[in-house]
């Protein structure tokens, strides 16, 4: 059975944070918008990644905070009520119920159709219901692509056949493993090896590389190697899965180094692009691929085609996804009333905060919070520079947050131009710190501007003196 078409302004594929923003800046803007989801309208964010991932990891940083202050320490009588931090986490997730991210859609004056919603040919969309019904939407003005990205597992010898978890599992999951092996030290590794060591699993980590978090400045993977270390977590470098299988119940890699055993395995890998299956061949473009795109996230040769959040691979954060989100719609909006979009750097229509620094925070212990280059990007770019590091456990403000702080924040300058390139902090409690960062990043606050920037005391943000003192030398 087929449903008469329907026509809207613009077409949403993708209803997770950056599909609901494309939408609501359109609507705002006087034009009519609909969002296609197969899945929870809210998407990866709200159900498998950034609110659960935090919440599993917040009763443990919030336990290390208290015993790291003397006389707030004798509180700690027990230990981590396990079932209840992970019944915390439902309530985040709503327990995977999507109704109030529904009824803030209706809210908001935009229309939602279930299904999976495939291309056409230009402007044009067939959603497949769950029923197996279709409807034919069609664009006036654009069809925005947000299907985001998929994890992604190795091509390795029975990896596929032992029901590996994905970042999925690993934030859904209702009890914790016995013994959890984690494949993957980036973000969702270190940040999943962590919170299910604390929940009560015994955690192996194994890393191809030789580095934790190799996008970071090195001291941000010495330091959270370390404190998993610390917590009991078996890490393990320059180590490569060659083959997986079952062994009854239990998961059984090998490896150069011999058999890795567990209870259940979390590949954290890699993302790839969800565009398999949208219908980009019938435009032109080839399915599975990250979509490319231009500085307004319109993919070149079409007037019509927009690629944004993950799906285009250009920083895969969910505050990234909702930022472009906001320059794509004003740019959808602006070219709907027929007016000329300026794609200079500072236009409200283009993104180029993700090319030029996007924040990022890991929720490790300690947490890393890094916004800009680090050192060897800058390096690569060729850029003179110059480092500047400082221990934050020597300012005052971090004295009082905790006896024993242990921190350091690292500054990369333009030794020409005299402003920030990259700031990375290392510490507990430093995601607060990063928007400073990444405002003065970002705007391209001179160093002899940012002297008049004088941080309260006794706080934490002291460091920001202390880093120009010691650049100034």
Not at 41 to 47: I, N
Not at 232 to 249: N, P, Q
Not at 277 to 283: P, S
Not at 298 to 307: D, N
Request: net charge negative.
């Amino acid at each position: 059975m087929t449903t008469p078409d329907q026509t809207y302004d613009v077409i949403v594929l993708g209803a997770g944070s950056t599909g609901e923003n494309v939408a609501d800046i359109a609507v705002r803007g006087g034009l009519s918008a609909v969002l296609v989801e197969p899945e929870l309208v809210g998407g990866e964010c709200s159900y498998w990644a950034c609110m659960p991932s935090k919440v599993l990891l917040r009763g443990s940083e919030a336990i290390a905070a208290a015993r790291a202050v003397r006389g707030a320490a004798a509180a700690v009588t027990g230990e981590q009520d396990v079932a209840a931090t992970l019944a915390r986490r439902n309530s985040f997730t709503h327990d995977w119920d999507d109704s109030g991210q529904v009824d803030w859609v209706k809210s908001a004056g935009i229309d939602l159709v279930r299904g999976t919603g495939r291309l056409a040919g230009e402007k044009r969309i067939v959603v497949t219901r769950p029923d197996g019904t279709e409807v034919t939407l069609t664009a006036r003005q654009a069809v925005a692509v947000c299907t985001g990205s998929r994890p992604a597992v190795p091509a390795v010898e029975g990896l596929a056949d032992v029901a590996p978890w994905t970042p999925r599992e690993a934030t859904s999951a209702q009890a914790a493993p016995g013994r959890l092996v984690v494949v993957g030290g980036g973000y969702v590794g270190c940040e999943m090896a962590t919170a299910w060591q604390q929940l009560g699993s015994a955690v192996t980590l194994l890393q191809r590389g030789r580095r934790l978090l190799p996008g970071l400045e090195p001291a941000a993977g010495e330091a959270v190697l370390a404190s998993l270390r610390e917590l009991g977590v078996d890490v393990r470098l320059g180590s490569e899965i060659r083959s997986a299988r079952r062994d009854g119940a239990e998961v059984v890699l090998t490896t150069a180094e011999g058999e890795v055993r567990g209870d259940e395995v979390l590949i954290a890998t890699g993302r790839a692009a969800r565009t398999e299956d949208v219908g980009l061949d019938t435009v032109g473009l080839e399915p599975g691929s990250y979509l490319d795109v231009d500085e307004s996230l319109r993919v070149p040769g079409t007037s019509w085609l927009y690629a944004v959040g993950d799906v285009n691979g250009r920083k895969q954060l969910t505050h990234m996804g909702k930022y472009q989100a906001r320059q794509a719609g004003n740019a959808i909006v602006a070219r709907a009333r027929g007016e000329q979009v300026d794609l200079s750097d500072w236009s409200p229509y283009v993104a180029t905060a993700d090319r030029r620094a996007a924040p990022s925070v890991v929720f490790t212990e300690p947490q890393i919070g890094a916004v800009g280059l680090t050192a060897a990007q800058a390096a690569d770019a060729g850029l003179p520079h110059r480092v500047v590091q400082y221990e934050i456990g020597d300012v005052s403000g971090a004295a009082v947050f905790a006896d024993g702080y242990r921190g350091t924040a690292i500054a990369v300058v333009d030794t020409e131009r005299e402003v920030l390139l990259g700031v990375t902090f290392i510490g507990p409690g430093v995601a607060e710190l990063l928007h400073s960062a990444t405002v003065a990043v970002v705007a391209e606050v001179p160093v002899s501007r940012l002297w008049h920037a004088v941080p309260s005391y006794p706080t934490i943000s002291e460091v920001w003196l202390r880093l120009l003192e010691t650049y100034r030398g």
